[in-house]
């Protein structure tokens, strides 16, 4: 497994609330995580950083050796829950930080699986034989109305509650990740991200990007890149993911 990560103030502005981490786990298993900070400035920056640190920690205290697949995905669910109310408790805590949230996607890499944990609107992309599949539903107002068929694709890029939240770490109301879990293949390759790359450059960028071949750091170097180029409004986080070998993620 080959794996590099950058995260981008970006042209407007002047913090930079993304996180991100990748950490192997001591039962064998890495995981990976991308953040963004919702709360403006000082905020932003604390919560992302809240939900990457403390969640291998939080992780390690779920997983047990040797666990299917079902106990993985509830230990995701379970340490994400608890992240959440514990930002929460913190935020009541801090002058000024009152309603910190955050979004995160975070993914367990075990063996030949993956297992997916996400609240808000930070991404998972899989690159697999030159095709790229969002394996992420954005938590968001816009998202809700497309599903429901209230607007359009066109519509939603400008809709007055683009951005706006349904799901996020530290949010008042019951936290509810989603989980999900796919096979693992070599030559995947794994992009996690926030709303500062899919919102500035579009999945077919993200695609063309991915696609050319280049090694781990180029690819998430060309990513960032394109964001900044495409004006660059928000901060922007990726993190690449390659899995070389079937037996690199064990």
């Not at 298993?29 to 939900?51: H, K, Q, T």
């Not at 995905?73 to 992240?83: G, I, W």
């Not at 930080?97 to 063996?111: F, H, I, M, N, P």
């Amino acid at each position: 497994m080959r794996f590099f990560g950058l995260s981008h103030a970006g042209k407007v502005r002047e913090h930079n609330e993304d996180a991100w981490g990748l950490t192997r786990l001591q039962t064998g298993s890495s995981l990976a995580v991308v953040s963004d900070g919702v709360g403006g400035r000082a905020g932003g920056e604390v919560a992302s950083r809240i939900v990457v640190e403390p969640l291998p920690q939080l992780l390690e205290a779920s997983l047990e050796s040797n666990q299917d697949l079902a106990g993985l995905e509830a230990a995701v669910k379970n340490s994400l829950t608890r992240l959440s109310r514990s930002l929460l408790e913190q935020s009541r805590d801090m002058a000024g930080l009152k309603g910190l949230a955050a979004t995160v996607v975070c993914a367990l890499l075990s063996g030949e699986s993956l297992v997916l944990g996400h609240m808000g609107d930070s991404r998972a992309y899989l690159f697999r034989e030159n095709h790229l599949r969002k394996l992420t539903q954005d938590h968001t107002v816009t998202q809700m109305l497309l599903d429901q068929g209230e607007i359009s694709g066109a519509e939603a890029a400008t809709h007055p509650a683009r951005g706006r939240l349904t799901q996020a770490v530290g949010m008042e109301q019951t936290p509810l990740p989603e989980l999900a879990s796919f096979p693992l293949q070599q030559g995947d390759r794994l992009l996690l991200c926030s709303d500062g790359l899919h919102g500035m450059v579009g999945d077919k960028i993200i695609s063309c990007v991915l696609a050319d071949g280049h090694e781990t750091e180029r690819a998430c170097r060309g990513l960032i890149d394109a964001a900044l180029e495409a004006g660059g409004r928000d901060n922007v986080t990726a993190l690449i993911i390659d899995i070389e070998k079937e037996t690199a993620i064990l």
